[in-house]
């Protein structure tokens, strides 16, 4: 097996430590998480009882948006992007990784949990926001609707949103203007059950 590409391994390892930091209460049983060497998974939880957790990452993004801003920074376009959007490119994006990471491992991915992660998506998509997914605890319904409606082999499945901190303060003031932010990074388990991650 050929060793993971370090810069790879780091994004992947910030990633999970923004899923240990939404999940307190499984964090505090981690006692190390290194980047696996091969493929899959990406990275091994090891529990202080002995366990190991294989977590399989996948990022929620459309690539086409990605590209398309990238090459608008390294043209020097400064102005932001903005106007009129459809939040169904965000949630189609959001199926297409899940599906894809649901088919792709089958019977391999037993006993391992998958991680679908909002990262650079908040930068360079289309935002998720309509009038019927007000948050991101909508958006993880919509996860564990698609978990209902087939065979997942993954044993957990989870929705991460991994943006960074915000002053407690401000999230409180935005949520009391109707914006629904955390002050950090949220998760939900959207399979086998539904729960927000404490």
């Known amino acids: 097996m050929a060793d993971?590409?370090?810069?790879?391994?780091a994004q992947e390892q910030q990633v999970f430590e923004r899923f240990l930091t939404a999940c307190p209460s499984f964090a505090k049983n981690v006692v190390s998480h290194p980047s696996s060497c091969g493929d899959f998974p990406d990275i091994d939880a090891h529990l202080h009882d002995g366990t190991v957790i294989l977590v399989e990452l996948g990022e929620w993004i459309d690539g086409s948006q990605m590209a398309d801003a990238l090459a608008e920074e390294a043209r020097g376009v400064t102005e932001?992007?903005?106007?009129?959007?459809d939040p169904e490119v965000a949630l189609a994006a959001l199926r297409r990784i899940a599906n894809k990471k649901l088919d792709h491992y089958g019977s391999s991915a037993r006993g391992a949990w998958l991680i679908i992660h909002y990262s650079r998506g908040v930068l360079y998509n289309t935002p998720f926001r309509s009038l019927d997914v007000g948050g991101f605890e909508d958006v993880a319904r919509v996860v564990s609707e698609l978990c209902k409606q087939r065979e997942v082999p993954f044993a957990k499945v989870f929705l991460l949103g991994a943006w960074g901190d915000i002053?407690?303060?401000?999230a409180e003031t935005l949520?009391?203007?109707?914006?629904?932010?955390?002050?950090?990074?949220?998760?939900?388990?959207?399979?086998p059950d539904f729960r927000r991650c404490r």
């Not at 993971?4 to 391994?9: E, G, I, L, T, W």
């Not at 002053?167 to 401000?170: C, E, W």
């Open 175 to 191: 949520r009391d203007a109707g914006y629904p932010v955390t002050a950090g990074p949220e998760a939900f388990e959207v399979f």
């Open 4 to 9: 993971r590409n370090p810069a790879q391994a």
């Open 80 to 85: 932001p992007r903005g106007g009129a959007y």
């Open 167 to 170: 002053d407690a303060r401000l």
